[in-house]
């Protein structure tokens, strides 16, 4: 099935999920502005998060955006938007496998939503022409890469913030 209409046969529908039907035409598109390669070609293989490996990635920047790499080497860390292309589009209500209990899209940061968009704090190790060596991603190989921010740690960083339901983490389905 198309991704952007319903599960690829890798998510498919668990108990408790809820689907929609997405509008019938996109209001804005994007332009890839490269890949990111990665050790991973399965979702099983996969970090589920930024912080669950240190291995090398690389972010391949299409020749056309080099110049817009300019000082970015200045940078100690980045922010990696990138487009999660295997995911399905229409899931509302998600049953994460690893807490059994369903919760709304916007709650979690599983990569199946409307607009498939992931992010990374990355740490940048180095910088060869436009392609970009980093360490901190969570997605399977060829993933295509939407944009690159600076991270700021003065703004982007907010010590204190919370996410209730991770806080229960005990709380599991029988
Ligand atoms: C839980 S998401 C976290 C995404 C991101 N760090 C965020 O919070 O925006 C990471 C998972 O997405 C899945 N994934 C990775 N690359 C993908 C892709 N290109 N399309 C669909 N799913 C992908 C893998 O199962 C991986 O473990």
């Known amino acids: 099935m198309n991704p952007a209409n ?14 929609v039907d ?30 669950a490996s240190d291995a090398v990635c690389t972010v391949e920047v299409e020749a056309r955006y080099a110049p817009a790499l300019k000082e970015v080497e200045t940078c100690s860390h980045l922010v990696l938007l990138y487009w999660m292309d295997k995911a399905p589009r ?17 709650s979690l940061r599983s990569p199946a939503r409307p607009n498939p968009i992931a992010l990374s704090v990355v740490k940048l190790l180095s910088v060869d022409g436009n392609k970009l060596s980093v360490v901190g991603l969570d997605c399977l190989d060829g993933t295509p890469l ?29």
Do not use: M
């Not at 997405?22 to 979702?43: C, H, K, M, N, Q």
């Open 6 to 19: 319903g599960p690829t046969p890798d998510f498919g529908i668990r108990p408790g999920e809820q689907a």
């Open 22 to 51: 997405l509008p019938a035409s996109p209001d804005a598109g994007v332009y890839f502005i490269g890949r990111i390669r990665t050790p991973w070609t399965e979702r099983k293989d996969c970090p589920k998060n930024a912080r």
């Open 90 to 106: 229409n899931l509302v209500l998600q049953t994460p496998s690893h807490y059994g209990i369903e919760r709304g899209t916007f």
């Open 146 to 174: 939407l944009d690159i921010k600076p991270y700021f740690a003065s703004t982007d960083s907010v010590p204190d913030a919370v996410v209730g339901w991770h806080k229960r983490k005990d709380e599991r389905a029988p």
